[in-house]
């Protein structure tokens, strides 16, 4: 049973920057696939960032997702914010090692952290 913590979100304005940490509890990320999804209410939660188990991260244009060489934390680096990246954004974690784009498609999560933008 992996635990997963999330934190650093917060209120910020547009243009900004902020770092979320996902924290493994009582073990570490190694042989998991770990990723970041993110949830506005009334929406299904929609896959941002994923790292493999072998420390490969996928793409995206303001955002990137890294892992410390101890595999204990997950962090997702957000720049430029938009107020459309307003959400509770989760980890997740799968042990088959692949990064996965559908929320099915993992095992364990964390509580979530909100991310709020303001224009």
């Known amino acids: 049973q992996a635990t997963l913590v999330e934190s650093g979100g917060g209120l910020v304005q547009a243009g900004d920057s902020l770092r979320l940490s996902c924290a493994a509890s009582?073990?570490?990320?190694?042989?998991?696939?770990v990723a970041w999804f993110r949830q506005i209410p009334g929406k299904d939660r929609e896959f941002v960032l994923g790292?493999?188990?072998g420390g490969i991260g996928t793409w995206h244009r303001r955002f990137t997702i890294s892992r410390d060489d101890a595999e204990t934390t997950v962090y997702l680096q957000m720049n430029d914010l938009k107020p459309e990246d307003s959400a509770t954004y989760y980890c997740?974690?799968?042990?088959?090692?692949?990064?996965?784009?559908?929320?099915?498609?993992?095992?364990?999560w964390g509580q979530g952290t909100q991310v709020t933008v303001s224009s």
């Open positions: 009582g073990h570490t990320f190694t042989g998991y696939a």
């Open positions: 790292i493999s188990r």
């Open positions: 997740a974690a799968s042990p088959e090692g692949g990064v996965k784009t559908q929320a099915w498609g993992y095992d364990f």
